[in-house]
């Protein structure tokens, strides 16, 4: 644990966009009986951060980001956004769900639009700058195309361009990429890095693979498998930017860390694993 | 595409334009064999004229109601019930519909008596209405309305209990509001169950009005078959159902349309299947 946090030292951030305080979440489970998927857990997330959450299959990455979105209440602690108490559905954040969430009855373009025309912009505006996104995450010409006519990949970019058309001040993605091939994702974690690089946004990126992780963030929390998962340990990644994220991957720095975060991350995953099996 | 497929699964014979062809010839022979029949061969096997009546006797008839316009007035009728019932019963899904699906204390004091209502045989009400709305166009409507109603209701019920948590929550989370919800993302959802139960829900609303008619009416095709029933004129009954199949296959289409339009979206294989 004291070597976990040995690289956390530096100051996180003034006021912290996230921030977790003995956050405890229990559910009931159907047909009696609870299930604590979180006890105790706290952690902050700067402005301005980019940062990698990694857990066992589980553990309860996803809730952490629903805690972090206002779609849960914690039963126990605070959720913080910038400093104030989060009631009800976090306004200043944008959700990126692990699982498919485009209206399949809008076309690309309308479903970039969403957030513009909930925010009562007139339409030929949202329709301007929906374009001009649509462009930015490499979908020039795909406009007027439904979302069962778009691959995978392409729909995570709508996906992306709806998040990011409504400029949040933080950015919450549950494997985002998970479901894409290998190619398709480095790509994809490329392009996601440049556009941060623009503006900068607060980003919590869950994601079950460590090398992403790394590659992206500028710090990894690792989480404990569940039940009661908590922090278990957090590592600045001291890699400089603009990275590549196929190339950052062969440096021994990377590698060095690498070996560091997953030497505590296999105990954990061996445990969800065990777990399953009973 | 698809005629290619069946190619390949079933052989030469089952073409798109041979199948046409196949079905065509189907229908001729079974034209030309009434027709015969209906013609007494003394000795042979015969069909009553009295009672079947004969395909050029029919034919004949069905051009006299056209060149006479005496059908037109019949025709618009049924279609004007018709068109009434599906939208009222329709419009009335919908909303209970939605208030059901959005509301689960609602949908479980309610849930028994939609139950029992959907399960009684509607066709008992049918004098009832009669005796209530008159013999007119709105007992046919009440009627048709009521067989409509509970399709649409139970589709979109489940349309708006369906949608996926998470695109409501995305929707949410974009700053969408109740209204908003109901309009980009429930509405379209139930829509897509509706339209799948589209050709049901229009059949029913003419099986409304035809059957509507036929227990008691002064106009629309369900009354010229009746009528020419009460007389026992097997020709104007076999003429009524000819009609009557043309007006249904004339619908058809254009509920064809209608859901090729409304459900460009979807993905080939659901809309084949809605169909
Ligand atoms: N609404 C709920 N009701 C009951 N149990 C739930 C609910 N949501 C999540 N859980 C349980 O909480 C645990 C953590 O779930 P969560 O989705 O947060 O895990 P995760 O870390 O995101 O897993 P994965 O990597 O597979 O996405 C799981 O055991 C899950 O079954
Ligand atoms: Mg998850």
Do not use: C
């Amino acid at each position: 644990m004291a070597d976990g946090r040995a690289g956390t030292t530096e100051p996180v951030a003034v006021a912290a966009a996230v921030g977790f305080h003995g956050v405890g979440k229990t559910f009931s489970v159907p047909g009696g009986g609870t299930y604590t998927v979180l006890h105790n857990l706290s952690l902050t997330v700067g402005a301005g951060e980019f940062v990698s959450i990694v857990g066992p299959t589980g553990g309860g990455k996803s809730t952490l980001l629903n805690l972090a979105a206002g779609l849960l209440v914690p039963d126990a602690g605070d959720v913080l956004v910038f400093g104030e108490p989060l009631r009800g559905l976090n306004r200043r954040a944008s959700y990126l769900f692990q699982s498919d969430v485009l209206l399949p009855w809008k076309t690309a373009e309308h479903n970039v639009m969403l957030g513009l025309q909930f925010r009562r912009l007139p339409p030929a505006e949202a329709r301007v700058r929906a374009r001009d996104w649509l462009a930015r995450v490499g979908l020039a010409g795909f406009e007027n195309r439904y979302p069962h006519h778009l691959s995978g990949g392409m729909r995570r970019r709508v996906a992306l361009a709806q998040a990011l058309i409504i400029d949040p001040e933080i950015l919450l993605m549950d494997e985002p990429f998970s479901a894409l091939d290998v190619q398709t994702r480095q790509i994809m974690e490329n392009d996601l890095l440049e556009l941060w690089q623009e503006d900068r946004k607060t980003v919590v990126f869950v994601t079950h693979d460590l090398e992403e992780a790394i590659a992206l963030a500028d710090r990894v929390v690792v989480l404990s498998a569940g039940p009661a998962s908590r922090v278990l340990g957090e590592y600045t990644v001291g890699l400089a930017r603009p990275r590549d994220v196929a190339e950052i991957r062969l440096t021994t720095g990377f590698l060095d860390i690498y070996r560091r975060i997953w030497e505590q991350l296999r105990g954990e995953v061996a445990k969800a694993y065990a777990q399953r099996q009973r | 595409m698809r005629s290619g497929r069946d190619n390949a699964e079933h052989g030469w014979w089952a073409g798109r334009e041979v199948l046409l062809a196949v079905q065509a010839l189907v229908l001729v022979v079974g034209l030309v064999l009434w027709e015969v029949l209906s013609r007494r061969h003394p000795g042979g096997p015969s069909l009553d004229p009295f009672f079947f009546s004969r395909p050029s006797l029919i034919w004949g008839r069905v051009q006299q109601w056209f060149t006479s316009g005496f059908i037109y007035r019949h025709i618009t009728i049924t279609a004007e019930e018709m068109i009434l019932a599906f939208l009222i019963g329709a419009a009335l899904g919908i909303a209970l519909g939605f208030v059901f699906g959005r509301s689960p204390l609602v949908s479980r004091i309610f849930d028994p008596y939609i139950k029992v209502a959907n399960a009684l045989p509607r066709i008992v009400l049918a004098p009832i209405f009669a005796l209530w709305f008159g013999l007119g166009v709105l007992s046919k409507v009440v009627f048709g309305v009521t067989l409509v109603f509970f399709i649409v209701f139970f589709n979109t019920y489940q349309g708006v209990r369906e949608v996926d948590r998470n695109i409501v929550n995305n929707a949410r989370m974009l700053g969408a509001t109740e209204a908003d919800l109901v309009r980009h993302v429930l509405l379209p959802s139930a829509l897509s169950w509706i339209l799948s139960s589209l050709r049901t829900s229009v059949g029913f609303a003419l099986v409304g009005a035809v059957v509507g008619e036929y227990l008691g009416a002064a106009r629309g095709l369900g009354y010229v078959i009746q009528q020419a029933e009460g007389v026992l004129d097997a020709t104007g009954v076999f003429a009524g159902i000819v009609v009557l199949s043309a007006f249904v296959l004339v619908v058809d289409l254009v509920v064809t349309v209608v859901e090729r339009r409304l459900l460009v979206w979807k993905p080939p294989a659901a809309t084949e299947e809605a169909r």
